[in-house]
């Protein structure tokens, strides 16, 4: 345990204390948006240095996808048995890892592998970070605390982003040889190591969930962490609500998240359905293939990587007003306000790409039409970061009861990262495909926008304000 929890509590809990161990939490959410977004500026390099075609290009962005299910699947399990906190330090350690090992590889299998490491930790940290958050943040604050990681997501988008435009304006391309002989490309990898080590090193200060030292008996440890969070006069109180919760049933395990032995219970299938339309609206072909999507509309490598840039900035932006809303106005209007937008702009995207031409065998848009495009992707990615980025992180953390936590985190996030990878690995095929193209492949993902709408009417309940042991099956 910390050397920080012996310091003398204060009367109304330490919010600078809650705030650190949050912040130092979502450094994992950093890594994991810095993760996703730094393949989006190297799609180049890696077809030209392992000479892949579509197919092959799609499942080398898309193989880290396959760690992140798995990572996401064994995570509860794993952080039920040995804590929040070491699951994050290990997934540190696979961040270091796999930033390393994807810079020096020179075959697509030894590129997937250090991939597919990355993964892990990714999927890892996608389900303990908001797990350990929702745990450790009071009730009223806990909706701000854990839209944090959100807002660490797409903060590592936008320096993965722009050191991707850096390096490969200063390289001249991320197939040009930079610093030391080695490709641009390569270093754009390399840059994850210096957040990946702190993470590490900051982690090793921070105390274990209170939740979990309950759970394993350590009833004084706990109570500690309570009074820095709460203050004194209600930590016990707090220590006995959760020894109470967790009496009513055996220890946590993954089979839990069964209703009667056979039948996944009904909160699973709302988390599974939030995980799963989060990803089916198409937002990581943005933060994928940003550069290669712009490139097929006739933008330069360098304006390609630039509207990412400007992408990032507009998702941090969403991602602070969503900070400023959740806690006040709830979780389900805000994904059903993000829902509507989302739709709306993608079907403007639609329209937009449906008017594309090839001129001097190059594709281009209509003039004006280009500008309507950008505009309408920025929306949607405005809309979807102050809606379904953060909030579906903040419900999934603080939906479940405390008895399946973790193993509902597990199968939701397994959920979530399938789907992912179906739509990663299948965008660059559609884009290919002459009847589907970027017209059909929006036009899917407006339809599950469309549909998500419904979804949130109907089966999303409100979790604003609630204790994590008022949560019901």
């Known amino acids: 345990m910390s050397a920080t929890l012996t310091a003398p509590a204060k009367p109304d809990g330490d ?21 996703s977004g730094v393949i989006n500026g190297t799609v180049d390099g890696l077809r030209v240095a392992f000479n892949s075609d579509s197919v092959g290009t799609g ?32 997934a540190a350690a696979f961040f270091i890892v796999s930033a390393w090992g994807s810079g020096v590889a020179h075959s697509s299998f ?66 040009a040889d930079w610093l030391m002989g080695f490709k641009a490309w390569r270093w754009m990898f390399w ?11 900051a982690l090793l200060f921070i105390p274990e969930s209170p939740r979990f030292l309950v759970v394993r008996g350590k009833q004084n440890q ?13 930590a016990k109180k707090k220590v006995d609500e959760i020894a109470e919760s967790l009496a009513r ?22 988390g599974i359905g939030l995980a799963t339309f989060q990803q089916l609206v198409g937002i990581n072909v943005v933060f994928y293939y940003g550069a290669v999507l712009w490139q097929a509309v006739g933008f330069s490598e360098g304006d390609a990587l630039l509207i990412n840039v400007i992408s990032g900035a507009v998702s941090i932006l969403a991602v602070i007003v969503a900070l400023i809303l959740i806690d006040k106005i709830g979780r389900k209007p805000l994904l059903a306000i993000g829902s509507v937008g989302m739709a709306v702009t993608l079907g403007v995207l639609v329209h937009a790409f449906s008017q594309a031409s090839v001129v001097n065998g190059a594709v281009s848009l209509p003039q004006g039409v280009g500008r309507t495009a950008l505009i309408s992707a920025n929306a949607y990615v ?71 709408i419904a979804f949130v009417i109907l089966a999303v309940r409100e979790t604003k304000g609630l204790e994590l042991e008022e949560m019901r099956h």
């Open 382 to 452: 405005f809309f979807f970061n102050m809606s379904w980025g953060p909030v579906m992180w903040v419900a999934l953390g603080e939906m479940f009861p405390n008895q399946i936590r973790g193993s509902g985190l597990a199968v939701a996030g397994f959920f979530q990262w399938l789907s992912n990878f179906a739509i990663t690995m299948t965008f660059p095929i559609m884009l290919t495909t002459a009847w589907i193209g970027l017209t059909g492949a929006y036009g899917f993902y407006t339809i599950c926008a469309i549909i998500s």
């Open 110 to 175: 030894e590129f997937v592998i250090y991939r597919v490491i990355g993964g892990l930790a990714v999927g890892g940290a996608s389900v303990m970070a908001p797990a350990y958050i929702s745990e450790v943040a009071p009730a009223h604050l806990r909706g701000r605390l854990s839209s944090i990681q959100q807002v660490a997501i797409i903060t590592g988008l936008f320096i993965a982003f722009l050191s991707n435009f850096l390096i490969a304006g200063a390289a001249g391309s991320a197939n």
């Open 222 to 234: 706990a109570q500690g962490v309570l009074e820095r969070i709460g203050g004194a006069a209600r």
């Open 59 to 90: 499942f080398n962005v898309a193989s880290m996808l396959l760690g992140c299910a798995a990572g996401a699947a064994l995570a509860g399990t794993l952080s039920d048995w040995f804590g929040r906190r070491t699951m994050m330090i290990v």
């Open 15 to 35: 919010f600078a204390f809650v705030l650190l161990i949050s912040c130092v939490a979502t450094i994992g959410g950093f890594l994991f948006g810095f993760d």
């Open 191 to 201: 840059i994850e190591l210096i957040p990946a080590t702190i993470f590490l090193l």
């Open 249 to 270: 049933d055996h220890k946590p395990q993954l089979s839990d998240v069964l209703q009667k032995g056979t039948v996944l219970r009904p909160i699973v299938w709302i």
